[in-house]
């Protein structure tokens, strides 16, 4: 069992910078993979970012290619998102998730856990 909790979320102007950090239990943090992934109002929840167990490979969606950057700590038990350049179309609830056998690191349903998210508003 994982349990995930994000933190770092806030109101921030266009333009700068914000750094989510997702806090898991257990003593197998370092053998999932982690995400990030993001839900507007009235949106679907959509794909962010991605790291390796390992944290060798690291994935991003190309609407923050250049801007966010995902690593971990395994130390730490720690998952970071650095978002820069923050746009308000950023603005949503970012949540991170565990997965034990990820192969497609976008799809939600290679996720086993899941935490409760931590707001992100960008105002213009």
């Known amino acids: 069992q994982v349990q995930l909790v994000e933190s770092g979320g806030g109101l921030v102007q266009a333009g700068g910078s914000l750094r989510l950090s997702c806090a898991a239990s257990g003593r197998t943090f370092s053998t999932y993979a982690m995400g990030w992934f993001r839900q507007g109002p009235g949106k679907e929840r959509e794909f962010v970012a991605a790291i390796s167990w390992i944290g060798g490979r690291s994935y991003n969606t190309d609407s923050v290619k250049g801007r966010f950057t995902v690593s971990r700590d395994n130390a730490k038990n720690t998952v970071y998102l650095q978002m820069n350049s923050l746009k308000p179309e950023d603005s949503a609830v970012y949540h991170c998730?565990?997965?034990?056998?990820?192969?497609?690191?976008?799809?939600?349903?290679?996720?086993?856990?899941w935490g409760q998210g931590t707001q992100v508003t960008v105002s213009s």
């Open positions: 998730a565990a997965g034990r056998s990820v192969r497609n690191y976008p799809k939600i349903e290679e996720y086993d856990y």
